[in-house]
T-cell receptor, first 117, second 112 residues
Framework: NAGVTQTPKFQVLKTGQSMTLQCAQD?????MSWYRQDPGMGLRLIHY???????DQGEVPNGYNVSRSTTEDFPLRLLSAAPSQTSVYFC????????????????FGEGSRLTVL | LAKTTQPISMDSYEGQEVNITCSHN???????ITWYQQFPSQGPRFIIQ???TKVTNEVASLFIPADRKSSTLSLPRVSLSDTAVYYC?????????????FGPGTSLSVIP
């Protein structure tokens, strides 16, 4: 059981380049989300999804796109990378829905460290 | 959104019990209190969750007073491997995490 898998673990981009951070989970979780973490700060929510075909913006969505075509995958796209997007990105997943399944626990991936020059 | 306040950092010696208190004065009726642990270069990991009174698992205990305006995470007999950042979250996490905010957390340093 792999849990939440993120790729790549490390990436260096030049300003203006685009790329996609991949996230996959094998726990059949409905809820998936992307966070960014900057030094000395907590995690800030970028985008989230409560099921296939449904996405919504979090706290810091500008410069990022997401889609959710399957339950398992939730890729994060940077359309035109900027130095301000240098950060560590975490994907997470969870059961959702009135506490009927699970304890409302978020499962995180290992993170993807992105540097934009 | 239920805002949380917790100490930025704490130090403790190995073998001691550590208590980290989180204040959440505007907690709502449907909100749960959840604690996460994050080691350097890793994603956060769920520790414990509660709604009221006391919850205990193999890792920690969570104490919640009757008014639920604060909570205390208790780590018994800490070791060096407990050095990490601990986040207190408050929200209706059984439905969605979209309204839940991860603050800067409490950086716990365990000293030999």
């Amino acid at each position: 059981n792999a849990g939440v898998t993120q790729t790549p673990k490390f990436q260096v981009l030049k300003t203006g380049q685009s790329m996609t951070l991949q996230c996959a989970q094998d726990m059949n979780h409905e809820y998936m989300s992307w966070y960014r973490q900057d030094p000395g700060m907590g995690l800030r929510l970028i985008h989230y999804s409560v099921g296939a075909g449904i996405t919504d913006q979090g706290e810091v969505p500008n410069g990022y796109n997401v889609s959710r075509s399957t339950t398992e995958d939730f890729p994060l796209r940077l359309l035109s990378a900027a130095p301000s997007q240098t950060s560590v990105y975490f994907c997470a997943s969870s059961y959702s829905g009135l506490g009927l399944r699970g304890a409302g626990e978020l499962f995180f991936g290992e993170g993807s460290r992105l540097t934009v020059l | 959104l239920a805002k949380t306040t917790q100490p930025i950092s704490m130090d403790s010696y190995e073998g001691q019990e550590v208590n980290i208190t989180c204040s959440h004065n505007n907690i709502a009726t449907n909100d749960y209190i959840t604690w996460y642990q994050q080691f350097p270069s890793q994603g956060p990991r769920f520790i414990i969750q509660g709604y009221k009174t006391k919850v205990t698992n193999e890792v920690a205990s969570l104490f919640i007073p009757a008014d639920r305006k604060s909570s205390t995470l208790s780590l018994p007999r800490v070791s060096l491997s407990d050095t990490a950042v601990y986040y207190c979250l408050v929200g209706d996490v059984k439905t969605s995490y979209d309204k839940v905010i991860f603050g800067p957390g409490t950086s716990l340093s365990v000293i030999p």
